[in-house]
């Protein structure tokens, strides 16, 4: 048996501020055809921010989607042919407030593949400097440090439940080998 899906056709049904939803149709590898939904992203980067005393800036900020207001790393969209680097930088600043003497490539993950092709490229930042935050009009986030045994009981709770994040701050505590 052929194992090659193809894509037929896509075809765009609406397209708002971060993404864009498409209908795509498939051939299957036993011939037959499909209908699966896709949702186009432009990519996103985001930052491990770690003070000199080992604790990691969190920010907390209302998201629509989930109706509540929920504790992430600090992160954002990606501007036209930004590199993943500097977004992460920008975004560092923008919603906390700190710049970085240091960045260094973390981890990449995928959100969610089965319908989504966002990709958001994580770095550690470290070397921290406070400067101020420069936030969006629709954006309103509070910055507060916690110790990495604070963050992992939250995600273990239930209290942090943003994937990103998540995968993050435990592959931080892994790589670095931080107890």
């Known amino acids: 048996m052929d194992t090659k899906v193809v894509r037929l056709k896509r075809e765009l049904q609406c397209e708002g501020a971060i993404t864009k939803y498409y209908k795509d149709t498939v051939q299957l590898p036993n011939g037959s055809t499909a209908v699966w ?60 407030g700190y710049t970085c003497g240091k960045i260094e490539k973390l981890i990449t993950i995928r959100t969610t593949v089965a319908f989504c092709n966002e990709k958001i490229d994580i770095y550690l930042a470290t070397e921290l400097k406070k400067t101020h935050q420069h936030l969006d009009d629709d954006e309103f986030v509070d910055v507060k440090p916690y110790t990495l045994t604070e963050l992992e009981d939250m995600i273990y709770n239930g209290t942090i439940e943003d994937s990103k994040t998540i995968a993050a701050i435990l592959a931080y505590k892994n790589k670095y080998r931080i107890n």
Request: charged share 30%; hydrophobic share 40%; net charge negative.
């Open 37 to 96: 939904d896709f949702v186009g992203h432009n990519g996103a980067a985001a930052a491990v921010a770690v003070l000199d005393d080992g604790r990691l800036l969190m920010v907390k900020q209302y998201r629509n989607a989930l109706d509540r207001y929920t504790l992430e790393i600090p992160a954002g969209g990606l501007e036209p042919n930004e590199p993943t680097i500097d977004a992460a930088a920008r975004e560092l600043e923008e919603e906390t």
